[in-house]
T-cell receptor, first 115, second 113 residues
Framework: QQQVKQSPQSLIVQKGGISIINCAYENTAFDYFPWYQQFPGKGPALLIAIRPDVSEKKEGRFTISFNKSAKQFSLHIMDSQPGDSATYFC??????????????FGSGTRLQVQP | KAGVTQTPRYLIKTRGQQVTLSCSPISGHRSVSWYQQTPGQGLQFLFEYFSETQRNKGNFPGRFSGRQFSNSRSEMNVSTLELGDSALYLCASSFLQAGDTQYFGPGTRLTVL
């Protein structure tokens, strides 16, 4: 079963706080883990991505932590801002199947950052 | 570079009709994937095309089909529309192989009445 489980479903954070979204996967063939941000009426936009050969990747206020043994990865948004209010999706895919690119998405987390 | 474009942005159809959605990938991108997004099922993979060939297909009925042209533009078609086909249909393009970043378009909002 190629599933990616995401939690929490919704999250309310105060401005300046840290937002943490978690994902867990089952398919050990997954080797690329992107996070997408989606605003209402827009398509998902790539935020940050990681491969399992590193345990952490940071880009600005966004950090992915990756635990290969636990098959878990998480997104940390530092100094959360009201403009970060959006739905966040984790995803995973595998390059092992001949270059196919079906992304398996988590169920999404609706983040609300209160001013 | 211009992003992924999708047309039309909004569409209203009635049950039993068919619909064709269009996607123009980012210039130079050869892979186009389609996804369906609904509140209940989330984002689900429909199919992926590369060099005019379907390389992968998700778990959707045969009423959903697609194609890719030599300029990498892609279309998807849904025949005999059902109420449950109401969704946001997203197209994503990427340069080449698996693991490349996929860039999504704004989607086509299909409403079936």
């Amino acid at each position: 079963q190629q599933q990616v489980k995401q939690s929490p479903q919704s999250l309310i954070v105060q401005k300046g706080g840290i937002s943490i979204i978690n994902c867990a996967y089952e398919n050990t063939a997954f080797d690329y883990f992107p996070w997408y941000q989606q605003f209402p009426g827009k398509g998902p936009a790539l935020l940050i991505a990681i491969r399992p050969d590193v345990s952490e990747k940071k880009e600005g206020r966004f950090t992915i932590s990756f635990n290969k043994s636990a098959k878990q990865f998480s997104l940390h948004i530092m100094d959360s801002q009201p403009g970060d209010s959006a739905t966040y999706f984790c995803a995973a895919t595998s390059s092992a199947d001949g270059g196919r690119r079906a992304l398996t998405f988590g169920s999404g987390t609706r983040l609300q950052v209160q001013p | 570079k211009a992003g992924v474009t999708q047309t039309p942005r909004y569409l209203i159809k009635t049950r039993g009709q068919q619909v064709t959605l269009s996607c123009s990938p980012i210039s130079g991108h050869r892979s186009v994937s389609w996804y369906q997004q609904t509140p209940g099922q989330g984002l689900q993979f429909l199919f992926e095309y590369f060099s005019e060939t379907q390389r992968n297909k998700g778990n959707f009925p045969g009423r959903f089909s697609g194609r890719q042209f030599s300029n990498s533009r892609s279309e998807m078609n849904v025949s005999t529309l059902e109420l449950g086909d109401s969704a946001l249909y997203l197209c994503a393009s990427s340069f080449l192989q698996a693991g490349d970043t996929q860039y999504f378009g704004p989607g086509t909002r299909l409403t079936v009445l």
